[in-house]
């Protein structure tokens, strides 16, 4: 079957009396020059004879080139223009560097590699139109020096929750080819679908590919299926066609990387073939994230279960060239080999600690298999847990802390922290995009990512290969969304990977992006079109408060009020830092070319307290994940929201424990602390709230302890203050102890594992 090749091209944009070059990813080095190109019927393509690995860039260009304008360009015809491809030795550029000239008269694009021709033929096309328009193709004059920053550039796609066919497929690799990636994470397996032919188990995707059609419903909510429903909702790809989508990604210089889940995370294999868990019994393919009964863990003790997964890669690797493999290992639930006979007598057998242990035994076999294949493993920092296999790498999605110890252990990592590049979170307001899982990961939150943690030293960022974005589909169910998802957050990160952190530059970024979005409107590609959403931030100045606003919309206004309307063209504009007096609410829109953009205006209260601005200490430490604005975001006058990312101070398995000096005695009165409960992300609310006061620093008095009056149960976001009022006292110290939830209730996800606790405005009146 013949595919339509789908390329991506963009056009230039005015700026001032000059034509600039809207490239993304922004080159290393571009000098543009007098004059143009003139792309017509006269200009051929030529490559020596003698390299037959330009053949298939040739091609490419040759099929872009008539995509776009009808023109079928000759190929080594001795025609008057040039478009010249050559393989050189230029230790500057690299692997996947290129140099592009453009002149009246010819192109050149050298490179020491294919790879290097193929990204110096996308700058090229980002030069043209979007469409067929019929208009001269012109490329302006120019000089480009460019070279990736990192080796790993990466997107991924999880086709396992949402099934999507062969032609989506090589869309999207279209689209990672236009932005330089080189790496597509290919999720093929996972507990709700097995999506991959393997011939020696045909159960795989004659039962494990299907599950009951329930997409009418929210992920969370389906039910499990019945015996009498027909499975009718889902697919897998044949072998041929995963051949043919390979070949297609290597001719754009993008490795499939395939993801093999293991040990969890595989009922749709247990589904097919009930002997491979530990209890061994019949299920129905799942429907969603209802687990209730289900088994979704291979069986670590079972021989049987090893020389299945073995078959299963030996056939895998066949068919993917992929240096590595993906073995998952994430989100492991041990529970089932606590109870099983075989994963017991495994433990006992190789003299393993624990569970943990275990997982590590199970993984480091499968590696052993892997390299004696000649390749390599990679799974997800889940791996880490009771001990690293050999020559493992490790993909860092828990946010930075796995990917930093592996690099220390002398082991690559790949960064792929969930914020800011899970990128099934909401990039704009909640309220006027799509539903999506959760988070907040906007588009100036992926450009600002800076793959290199700090803590590492030069030796060891060295591991670092480089990153990509997670596409999971659990509320993404059509390709319109996927593309949604995605665009433009992968340009973003594209600019991240690719060019120098010095170039880095959102404002240039933000321009050179509108020709993208004017591209994508050109294709008919769905895209956002921007977080409107006003992001108010408190600002503390020689022991004042103030607030700052922002947008991160092109050419965004903001109008905000105080006295609690909502924010309209009439309101104030924002034209610099507000200063709090008193506590007070704040409301806010964006305003783009006169129209308010916000269809929920963003909103913040202030408290202004007698410890605004005081240090805050913590007997134990916050996590460095859920830091908010800070060590001092306790008294930065900014109460938190149901927004989990911004404002809370998050601590886990233990009390938090927090003491503020207010550096005089002061009388007070009245003391509140705001906690959250988020049930699905394992935040419950503290049993209970006590309220300290000292003069001295050591000797306490107890105010109160007021207990918690929200249910456990309780599934919706919800915020409570624990408050006590009391006759004014003088007091210099003040100190709040908010007591850890050491098991999550009965029938949570997390069940008997302590619970996060979540902190924001510690207010002392």
Same mark, same amino acid.
């Given at each position: ?23 993304? !990813? ?10 143009e190109?003139?792309? #017509?019927?006269?200009t ?8 037959k ?7 490419f260009?040759? #099929? ?13 015809? +001795? ?33 020491? $590699?294919?790879?290097?021709?193929i ?8 030069t043209? *139109?979007?469409v ?26 999880d ?22 990636? &080189? ?11 097995w ?7 045909? /159960? ?13 419903? %929210? ?8 015996? =009498? ?21 290597s ?14 995370? %595989? ?6 073939? !009930? ?14 994230g ?6 979704s ?13 073995? +078959? ?14 993906h ?7 041990? $529970? ?69 110890? =592996? ?9 792929t922290?969930? #914020? ?32 290199? *943690? ?7 960022a ?16 059509t ?26 530059d ?46 991160e ?9 105080? +006295?609690?309307?909502q ?9 610099g ?14 305003v ?6 916000s ?20 007997t ?8 908010a ?5 306790l ?9 989990? &990312? ?5 601590? /886990?398995?233990?009390?938090?424990i927090? $003491? ?37 620093g ?17 599934k919706?976001?919800?915020?409570? #203050? ?14 709040? $102890? /908010? ?13 008997g ?5 979540? /902190? ?6």
């Open positions: 079957m013949k595919y339509l090749l789908i390329v991506f091209f963009f056009p230039t944009y005015l700026l001032a009396q000059n034509k600039q070059i809207s490239i993304i !990813p922004v080159p290393v080095s571009l000098q543009q020059n007098v004059g190109f003139i792309i #017509n019927e006269q051929q393509i030529e490559f020596s004879a003698q390299s690995q330009l053949q298939s860039a040739a091609s260009l040759r #099929n872009a080139i008539q995509d776009i304008s009808g023109l079928n360009l000759p190929i080594n015809k +001795n025609a008057k223009q040039k478009i010249v491809l050559a393989l050189i030795k230029d230790a500057v550029i690299g692997e996947e560097g290129y140099r592009l000239v453009v002149l009246t008269n010819a192109i050149q694009i050298k490179a020491n $590699t294919p790879a290097g021709i990204y110096g033929i996308q700058t090229l096309l980002q043209l *139109p979007a067929r328009t019929n208009a001269k193709l012109t490329v302006p004059c120019m000089q480009v020096t460019d070279y990736p920053q990192f080796k790993w550039r990466g997107m991924h796609l086709v396992s929750r949402h099934f999507f066919g062969p032609n989506v497929i090589k869309q999207y690799l279209d689209l990672l080819a236009a932005y330089k990636f &080189n790496t597509f994470h290919w999720h093929l397996v996972d507990d709700q679908g999506r991959i032919e393997i011939k020696k188990y045909p /159960a795989l995707t004659n039962t494990g590919a299907w599950r009951v059609d329930q997409t009418n419903l %929210v992920w969370g909510s389906r039910p499990q299926a019945k015996e =009498a429903e027909e499975p009718t909702y889902g697919g897998y790809y044949t072998q041929a066609q995963i051949k043919e989508i390979v070949a297609y990604a001719e754009r210089n993008i490795t499939v990387v395939p993801e093999i889940e293991m040990p969890g995370h %595989v009922a749709s294999a247990i589904a097919s073939y !009930p002997f491979l868990s530990c209890t061994q019994q019949q299920q129905l393919p799942l429907t969603g209802n687990y209730t009964n289900m088994s863990n291979y069986c670590a003790g079972n021989d049987s279960v090893i020389h299945f997964l073995e +078959n299963v890669l030996t056939e895998v690797i066949q068919l993917f060239p992929s240096k590595y493999i073995i998952g290992g994430d989100e492991v639930d041990k $529970t089932s080999w606590k109870k099983c006979t075989k994963c017991q007598q495994r433990i006992r057998k190789e003299n393993l600690k624990d569970e943990d242990e275990l997982q590590s035994y199970f993984i480091k076999r499968m590696e052993k298999f892997v390299n004696g294949k000649n390749r390599k493993i990679i799974g997800w920092d889940e791996i880490l847990e009771g001990g690293l296999a050999p020559g493992a790498t490790v993909m860092s999605w828990r946010g930075e802390a796995g990917g930093i110890a =592996a690099a220390k252990m002398k082991h690559d990592v790949v960064m922290p969930g #914020n800011p590049v899970y990128f099934d979170h909401y990039q704009g307001d909640p309220a006027s995009e799509p539903i999506a899982i959760g988070g907040f990961n906007t588009l100036k939150k992926v450009y600002d990512y800076e793959p290199l *943690p700090k803590e590492l030293n030069e030796e060891e060295r591991h670092v290969l480089g990153a990509q974005a997670n596409l999971w589909t659990e509320y993404v169910t390709p319109k969304q996927v593309e949604y998802m995605v665009l433009p957050r992968m340009l973003a990160l594209s600019e991240v990977l690719w060019s120098p952190k010095a170039s880095k959102w404002a240039g970024f933000n321009e050179r992006l509108q020709q993208h979005f004017k591209a994508f409107d050109q294709k008919g590609l769905n895209y956002s079109k921007g977080n409107f959403k006003v992001e108010i931030k408190p600002i503390l100045k020689e022991g004042e408060l103030y607030a700052t606003l922002s947008t919309a092109y050419k965004g206004q903001i109008y905000y009020t105080t +006295n609690g309307d924010p309209s063209l009439k309101s104030q504009l924002y034209e830092l507000i200063k709090i007096n008193s506590s007070v609410t704040i409301k806010a829109a964006t783009v070319n006169g129209e308010v953009k269809i929920i205006p963003a909103e913040q209260q202030f408290a202004l307290h007698k410890a605004i601005g005081k240090k805050v200490n913590y134990h430490p916050i996590s460095r994940y859920y830091m604005d800070g060590p001092n975001s008294t930065d006058g900014i109460k938190g929201t149901t927004a989990i &990312n911004q404002f809370w101070h998050g601590i /886990a398995a233990k009390d938090l927090a $003491t503020i000096d207010l550096e005089e005695e002061k009388n007070i009165q009245s003391l509140s602390l705001g906690c959250l409960q988020n049930y699905n992300d394992w935040i419950m609310m503290p049993e209970w709230v006590k309220f300290e006061v000292s003069l001295d050591v000797n306490y008095t107890t105010i109160k302890t007021v207990p918690n009056p929200i249910a456990q149960q309780e919706k976001s919800v915020i409570n #203050n624990f408050t006590t009022t009391f006759p004014s006292l003088k007091a210099r110290f003040v100190r709040v $102890t /908010a007591k850890v939830l050491d098991q999550l209730p009965k029938g949570h996800s997390g069940e594992k302590p619970a996060w606790i979540f /902190a924001d405005e510690f207010i002392v009146e």
